[in-house]
């Protein structure tokens, strides 16, 4: 696990003042006077343990386009950083998009308990309403601007590809009006993988080859509720988005051609009567670019 948590540093006073003003619900603690002078130095105590309903922000890190907010400390130096410094640069060259200036907010909560207390609780959780999902990408309107763009998860097995699925449903939505359900979890899934895997996720390859797979595009551009994405749904959304960005050169310009769309307007209309009209059929397009594909080597 990358940057495993330890014990929290204690929050200067500035800090702390400022996370108090930012996320509330927190207190300052002063130590009590002493008698007499203290001839010896000692350590400050830490700082009172978070809220287990509260977001994390007892410390705020800014890497790139992203402020991360965690009650540990991160180890700046880990190579995750690396990689996902770099991954807007890799979005936006492989879709042509221009960047965006959107600072992207990532919540890392120290387990996966508090981290669904505060996501997911019966009557207390914030997003309650969702699914239970290891992390999630949120849009949440700011009165007169661009909406926020937030990440939550924890420091769980999988951070590694979840940070990298969740930002890139950030930084897409950073860029584009609107991002059709499938699509969005396509991309994503697509660009979770690290780039020399080139986009190629084995388990789902896997999977879809054993079947039976039955790919139906026309369905999923029907979706626009998170609950109906599910694991087979994911896998297709990410085969659609293999083959047209690493198949046919006429299905990817097709793909490309339609992310410009999204940036001008929030429904340009469904993404397959286009395929059709560039490849003729689709489905056996698909099914013959997964049996063509190579699985990724393991590093």
């Keep these: 696990m990358p940057f495993p948590p330890h014990r929290p540093r204690a929050a200067v006073a500035a800090l702390a003042l400022g996370v108090c003003a930012l996320f509330g619900g927190c207190e300052t603690v002063r130590p009590a006077a ?34 991360f907010y965690h009650d540990f400390e991160l180890d700046r130096d880990d190579p995750l950083f690396t990689a996902l410094e770099a991954l807007p640069d890799q979005v936006y060259r492989e879709l042509r ?10 919540f890392l909560f120290d387990t996966q308990e508090r981290y669904e207390r505060y996501m997911f609780a019966e009557k207390t959780g914030r997003y309650r309403h969702l699914p239970s999902r290891r992390a999630y990408f949120i849009t949440e309107p700011r009165g007169g601007g661009a909406d926020e763009l937030k990440v939550f998860t924890w420091m769980g097995d999988h951070l590694r590809t979840d940070l990298r699925h969740e930002l890139t449903h950030a930084l897409l939505n950073g860029v584009l009006k609107n991002v059709p359900l499938w699509l969005d979890e396509g991309l994503a899934g697509y660009f979770e993988l690290p780039p020399a895997h080139d986009g190629v996720n084995g388990p789902h390859l896997d ?24 694991k087979p749904e994911y896998r297709e959304a990410w085969a659609w988005v293999h083959y047209m960005l690493r198949g046919d050169p006429a299905a990817r310009a097709v793909l490309l051609d339609y992310l410009q769309a999204l940036r001008a307007k929030p429904n340009p209309g469904p993404l397959l009567p286009r395929l059709r009209d560039a490849v003729g059929d689709p489905d056996a397009a698909l099914a013959d670019h997964l049996s063509r594909l190579d699985f990724p080597r393991r590093k």
Excluded: C
């Design 34 to 67: 002493s008698p007499e002078p203290v001839a010896r130095s000692a350590e400050p105590a830490p700082p009172p343990a978070p809220p287990p309903s509260a977001a994390p922000g007892r410390h705020a890190t800014r890497l790139g386009p992203y402020v």
């Design 97 to 106: 998009l221009p960047p965006a200036n959107a600072v992207i907010q990532v």
């Design 207 to 230: 999977t879809l080859r054993r079947g039976p797979f039955h790919p139906d595009l026309a369905r999923l551009e029907r979706f626009d509720q998170v609950a109906q994405m599910q």
